[in-house]
């Protein structure tokens, strides 16, 4: 809605102008509308009575955010606190946590699994620094996110797909390093002939984890699980100081062998020695079940095969159960036959989900979810990601775009839509690539 558009209702725009009052002597003059926009964005993020300016400066501009030539709906942004959540302590444990509705059919409060640093950066084609990652997490570290999982302590040596290409990396960074466009014909000869020194390469580039983990600044109340596929991974990652770890399955016997190079069964021993040796060191340990409504090699997948997979891992130790739309092809009728029939294997509070949105239909999933009580959602800041074994799939649900859903329904999450937004921009500015998330591309668009 434009300015002029509001001539009618003077006093709307009055009260929508106090959210600017006091801006207008803290932006100088030659700043660029580009900050100005931040500056404004940053000030409807605070509130109060005296964050406010002149509305006329902002109209004047005709560049102003989109979220605030909304009138109607910024008001209501304000409203509802879209901006920014309020430090909210976690909820208090109840019977049946999650169950526990509000009228509307929905939980009061959600958890957010950040998984942008591991699922997101590991499926992105640009090499990440590892001061970058830090950086990166540090600042999701400040949005009031409770969950981020860092990274993955996995060898390209258990998968076959990741080594080939992480090592494929590896050689253009090498030919890179050399200023080379074309490789002698000695050294083409050398590539073919010793695959083993770009594994190693590989490996060493992927080895950044124990760098990430001990680089990292740890917030106190957020916790920062990380990936591990066997025995030798877990104890990497303990080593490396980790204190809560996650193991990953599937529900397609075809993907599981694709993707970690065994069967469902094989890796199931192989979780089962994680998870005992974690329960002696007290380190709880979360599950994944890939291609819950879908695989990439053996199309749909039956509900009971997924609930089968969950409850192996719940049994065994696992406290709480994500459950992966792994290439995006879910749909709400889906996500409901899916979950209805793990439900009938595990609580839900035990259940969470993780939507990719390669259909564009990850938050109405994510909304049938929580209708049937799923109360923990996974996402990724600037809906970074992909799978590097399922050819075409988009990045995960981005974290933004879930926030702003959520609250606006009126959920508590306690965390900070505006600081994730400013921790996507920060990643996709390092990564060169434009943010996936809705919400971070109409609020920053000029």
Not at 64 to 74: I, N, Q
Not at 183 to 206: G, H, K, N, R, Y
Not at 259 to 268: D, P
Not at 332 to 339: N, T
Request: glycine share 8%; hydrophobic share 40%.
């Amino acid at each position: 809605m434009s300015a002029a558009a509001g001539d009618g209702d003077s006093s709307d725009w009055l009260r929508r102008a106090r959210c600017l009052r006091s801006l207008r002597a803290s932006v100088p003059a030659r700043v660029s509308v580009r900050r100005r926009q931040r500056r404004w964005l940053a000030a409807a993020a605070g509130g109060g009575d005296g964050a406010a300016g002149d509305l006329e400066e902002a109209a004047a501009m005709g560049n102003m955010p989109s979220a605030l030539k909304h009138c109607l709906s910024y008001q209501h942004l304000l409203k509802e606190q879209l901006w920014i959540g309020e430090a909210a302590p976690q909820p208090t444990a109840l019977q049946h946590p999650g169950q526990e509705l509000l009228t509307s059919g929905f939980p009061e409060f959600v958890k957010i699994v950040e998984v942008g640093p591991r699922d997101g950066l590991q499926n992105e084609k640009a090499i990440v620094p590892t001061d970058v990652k830090i950086e990166f997490i540090n600042r999701l570290s400040k949005t009031g996110l409770p969950v981020i999982e860092v990274t993955s302590f996995v060898s390209s040596k258990w998968v076959p797909q990741m080594q080939e290409a992480t090592a494929d990396k590896a050689k253009k960074v090498l030919l890179k390093a050399e200023n080379m466009t074309d490789p002698a014909p000695d050294f083409a000869a050398t590539m073919q002939t010793s695959e083993s020194i770009f594994v190693i390469l590989a490996d060493a580039m992927m080895a950044d984890h124990t760098e990430v983990m001990r680089g990292i600044e740890c917030y106190p109340g957020v916790r920062y699980p990380v990936l591990t596929p066997n025995l030798q991974g877990f104890h990497s990652a303990i080593a490396a100081g980790a204190t809560e770890v996650s193991v990953f399955g599937a529900a397609s016997e075809s993907f599981s062998k694709m993707n970690i190079n065994c069967s469902i069964n094989e890796s199931m021993e192989r979780f089962e020695d994680v998870v005992k040796s974690a329960r002696k060191m007290d380190i709880p340990v979360r599950g994944y079940v890939s291609c819950a409504l879908g695989c990439p090699y053996e199309g749909n997948i039956e509900p009971a095969k997924v609930a089968e997979v969950s409850k192996r891992l719940y049994s065994m130790g696992c406290y709480e159960i994500s459950l992966g739309d792994t290439i995006g092809v879910g749909t709400p009728g889906s996500m409901k036959r899916m979950l209805e029939s793990v439900m009938m294997e595990l609580p839900v509070a035990a259940i969470a989900v993780h939507c990719h949105d390669t259909y564009g239909q990850a938050l109405a999933n994510i909304l049938t979810a929580m209708q049937m009580g799923v109360h923990v959602v996974d996402s990724a800041a600037a809906g970074l990601g992909g799978c590097p074994y399922a050819k075409g799939a988009t990045g995960n649900v981005a974290t933004e775009d879930v926030l702003y859903m959520l609250n606006g329904l009126g959920i508590n999450t306690g965390v900070n839509l505006f600081k994730v937004m400013e921790a996507g921009h920060f990643i996709c500015t390092a990564l060169n690539k434009q943010t996936n998330s809705k919400v971070a591309q109409a609020s920053f668009s000029s």
